[in-house]
């Protein structure tokens, strides 16, 4: 009896395990046209919650020390730049996980970004 294997049996296993990985892989995720107006609906709200704060901490400052522009203005402004702050991180994230789905669709299946 031989130790090296039989590389008909080799073929046919790696067939078996090729299979049983196609059918546990998870299916890619559809960008809808929803998917998209929900990712834009989710940026614009972070810029008007942004915006909002901002302006509901000035105008309470403002209440507060008697002088009505200055700290709107100031704060707002100010909420305006952490809403666009917010919007462009989570569009970074969006993107990141765009590209990482386009890579995962294109790698060849069985194999790892390590291997190869």
């Known amino acids: 009896m031989s130790d090296t294997p039989d590389p008909d049996d080799l073929t046919a296993l790696d067939e078996r395990i090729e299979a049983a990985r196609r ?3 998870p299916k890619p995720a559809k960008d809808t046209k929803y998917n998209q107006a ?3 609906w989710h940026m ?3 810029l008007v919650v942004g915006m909002t704060i901002g302006l509901g901490i000035g105008w309470g400052l403002d209440s507060l020390f008697g002088t ?4 709107l203005m100031i704060f707002g ?3 305006f ?3 666009v702050k917010v919007m462009l991180e989570t569009a970074r994230d969006i993107q ?3 590209v990482a789905r386009a890579e995962q669709d294109q790698a060849p299946m069985g194999q790892d970004k390590g291997e190869g």
């Open 23 to 25: 059918a546990r892989a």
């Open 81 to 83: 730049a952490a809403g």
């Open 68 to 71: 009505l522009p200055l700290f």
């Open 44 to 46: 614009v709200i972070e």
């Open 77 to 79: 402004l100010l909420g």
């Open 96 to 98: 990141a996980r765009a």
């Open 38 to 40: 929900n990712m834009a």
